[in-house]
């Protein structure tokens, strides 16, 4: 069975730029997640979704933070402008249901100049 | 924000000898989760113990949760190189959304061989 499926892995770009991450979650999860990591850290929750539906983005900065999950499947996370404090690791994760085990991909780290 | 934090924040020992990290959190929870993160991967789930559970196994792995404490500690028995990572604690607090984790700062393991 697949994993968890982020790209890109790295992303380097000049403040106030866009960018985009994009997550394909482990098949028939219905439940996907979008965490933060800075550096010696542990991850912080942006957003969940259950399906579509954002039901917790409490902590997502809505000012220049954008999601969605079109369908239910693919998810993508979008900054814009970028600022240099966004410079991090981007964690996707999938659950079947909110209440069962997280499975994490790779990360996007950005990096950001 | 983050709730549990691990203790020590850095662990160094040789193979073959068992590794101990601690973790402590603030307030009630429903469950409490151990995850390794190696190098530049994503997270990988270890074990979840539930607020009414005591000690849980899963092979070389040993939990345990004291929640009078606010405290559990995760085992490695018998260490191998290969479980040199960072290990972070993880905790669905009650009152809070299903499925929502806070996690700690983490654990850095290096094993000698």
């Known amino acids: 069975e697949a994993g968890v499926v982020q790209s890109p892995r790295y992303k380097i770009i000049e403040k106030k730029q866009p960018v985009a991450f994009w997550c394909n979650p482990i098949?028939?999860?219905?439940?996907l997640y979008w965490y933060l990591q800075n550096l010696g850290q542990g991850p912080e929750l942006l957003i969940r979704y259950e399906n579509e539906e954002a039901v917790d983005d409490s902590q997502l900065p809505k000012d220049r933070f954008s999601a969605e999950r079109l369908k239910g499947v693919d998810s993508t996370l979008k900054i814009q402008p970028a600022e240099l404090g966004d410079s991090a690791v981007y964690l996707c994760?999938?659950?079947?249901?909110?209440?069962?085990?997280?499975?994490f991909g790779p990360g996007t780290r950005l990096t950001v100049l | 924000s983050q709730q549990g934090e691990e203790d020590p924040q850095a662990l160094s020992i040789q193979e073959g000898e068992n590794a101990t990290m601690n973790c402590s959190y603030k307030?009630?929870?429903?469950?409490l989760q151990w995850y390794r993160q190696n190098s530049g991967r994503g997270l990988v789930h270890l074990i979840l113990i539930r607020s009414n559970e005591r000690e849980k196994h899963s092979g070389r792995l040993r939990v345990t949760l004291d929640t009078s404490k606010k405290s559990s500690s995760l085992l490695i028995t018998a260490s191998r190189a290969a479980d040199t990572a960072s290990y972070f604690c993880a905790t669905n607090d009650r009152g809070s959304t299903l499925g929502r984790l806070y996690f700690g700062r983490g654990t850095q393991l290096t094993v000698w061989p």
């Open positions: 994760a999938s659950s079947l249901e909110a209440s069962d085990t997280q499975y």
């Open positions: 098949s028939g999860h219905n439940t």
């Open positions: 307030t009630s929870i429903n469950n």
